[in-house]
């Protein structure tokens, strides 16, 4: 497995922008599709954005498109999740998830997985 590490969350007010960090470390990163999940209080691990290895390609969940964009650096080994016009529903741990080969929005179908970071919005 590879080790993840998340960075970069934080408290901001809706409307704001964060940005998320994650670093691999252990394995070839670009063997990868990566993966970012979000998890409110008493609710689901819920999909947000994955990128495939190459990172040319890119995949949304509905509830953040247009406003969320993921990126990676496969030279630094990480990945990215650019997070703008923030509403409080988005209040949220945000967790990193790699998986060898192919893209998914599945979050079982991930093996590695951060320990989170937490991204506050306020009203």
């Known amino acids: 497995q590879v080790q993840l590490v998340e960075s970069g969350g934080g408290l901001v007010q809706a409307g704001g922008s964060l940005r998320l960090s994650c670093v691999a470390s252990?394995?070839?990163?670009?063997?990868?599709?990566m993966g970012w999940f979000r998890q409110a209080p008493g609710k689901e691990r819920e999909f947000v954005a994955a990128i495939r290895r190459s990172g040319d390609n890119t995949y949304y969940g509905d509830s953040v498109k247009g406003r969320f964009t993921i990126s990676r650096d496969n030279a630094k080994n990480t990945v990215y999740l650019q997070m703008n016009s923030l509403k409080p529903e988005d209040t949220a741990v945000y967790y990193c998830?790699?998986?060898?080969?192919?893209?998914?929005?599945?979050?079982?179908?991930?093996?590695?997985w951060g320990q989170g970071t937490q991204v506050t919005v306020s009203s």
């Open positions: 998830a790699a998986k060898l080969g192919s893209v998914a929005s599945l979050r079982h179908l991930y093996d590695s």
């Open positions: 252990g394995r070839t990163f670009s063997n990868y599709a």
